[in-house]
């Protein structure tokens, strides 16, 4: 059965740091893309990352460049998404998603297979 799980999440003070940890089972991991995305409340999901499945090229959101960083451990059929200086507008639910390709997901572009996603709450 086709799995992604977050975790890592929960309530850190701004200024502050943490590291998502997505972990597949399933699928053949390094065949795939992951992307990590986040959806504040009464927001849209929007995309913070991405990293892809053979070159390991990575992509930000100009909201998050320079603080958060992407990865991938292919042995452990882990990614990860390690958060620094955090503000309170990067409170959300963080969910991370597999596809081929890191994809255009504000043009439409769908990733296939999702997780169920972590909270993220940035606050003093």
């Known amino acids: 059965q086709l799995q992604l799980v977050e975790s890592g999440g929960g309530l850190v003070q701004p200024g502050g740091s943490l590291r998502l940890s997505c972990a597949a089972s399933g699928f053949t991991f390094d065949h795939y893309a992951i992307g990590w995305f986040r959806q504040a409340p009464g927001k849209e999901r929007e995309e913070v990352s991405c990293?892809?499945?053979?070159?390991?090229?990575?992509y930000y959101a100009d909201s998050v460049k320079g603080r958060f960083t992407i990865s991938r451990d292919n042995a452990k059929n882990t990614a990860y998404l390690q958060m620094n200086s955090l503000k309170p507008e990067d409170k959300a639910v963080y969910y991370c998603a597999a596809d081929l390709l890191c994809g255009d997901y504000a043009a439409g572009y769908e990733y296939e297979y999702w997780g169920q996603g972590t909270q993220v709450t940035v606050s003093s």
């Open positions: 990293i892809s499945n053979s070159l390991g090229s990575t």
